[in-house]
């Protein structure tokens, strides 16, 4: 049985290399240990489901080289590791899709992000699960995109070129017109709960302690 790949993309916790926004209001040091914190919240959550082999990590990491990127997998004891390529986030989720496809062919593929403070293992077993019966699940984030997208085998295989090219991305009509277009060509999709992604300074109320 081929398990489900969650491809994790981040961004290294660099200065200067992450949250840029964020950096505005809080500093470049700051906002690059939380952006750490976010990556290894994210991580810990995915792996919680790995070990009940539910699923198979991919991590997808910007802003550091191969070599660099694959010792931090080894650090975090994530096998698959790929550089996420130039260009918009569309092409950059296609890319990793292909490759996962490449190492077990046929499979769902959900892809998540790392500026959720409020993950839990309980929305990505709700994905999982909306996956059996639907083609496309969307989790919208309130600041009109979406923190997970998910695809069924049906979609992936072969991949289609939609959802990734011709969206608004970075905008507020990402998650509308993403739904737009899937429905226009008979694509059956599932909306999880809204969750808030981390990227301004008012949105780090859930680790305010």
Request: charged letters at 25%; glycine letters at 8%.
């Amino acid at each position: 049985m081929n398990k489900p790949v969650l491809i994790v993309m981040s961004r290294w916790h660099g200065r200067k290399r992450c949250k840029s926004r964020l950096a505005k209001d809080i500093g470049f040091d700051r906002a690059a240990a939380i952006q750490k914190r976010l990556t290894n919240h994210t991580i810990k959550v995915a792996q919680s489901l790995e070990k009940e082999g539910l699923v198979e990590i991919q991590l997808a990491i910007s802003g550091i080289g191969n070599n660099a990127a694959n010792r931090f997998g080894d650090l975090k004891g994530i096998q698959n590791v790929i550089n996420q390529k130039e260009g918009t986030l569309g092409l950059r989720m296609k890319h990793q899709i292909l490759q996962a496809q490449k190492r077990n062919f046929k499979r769902e593929s959900i892809v998540i992000g790392t500026d959720l403070p409020s993950l839990s293992k309980l929305e990505l077993l709700e994905a999982l699960a909306a996956l059996e019966k639907n083609e496309i699940v969307l989790g919208p984030a309130s600041d009109g995109g979406y923190w997970l997208i998910g695809f069924s085998k049906k979609i992936v295989t072969p991949l289609v070129t939609w959802p990734f090219s011709g969206i608004p991305w970075g905008t507020k009509e990402v998650l509308r017109t993403t739904i737009k277009r899937g429905l226009s060509q008979g694509i059956q999709i599932k909306l999880l709960r809204e969750l808030n992604d981390l990227d301004n300074i008012e949105d780090l109320s859930p680790w305010q302690t």
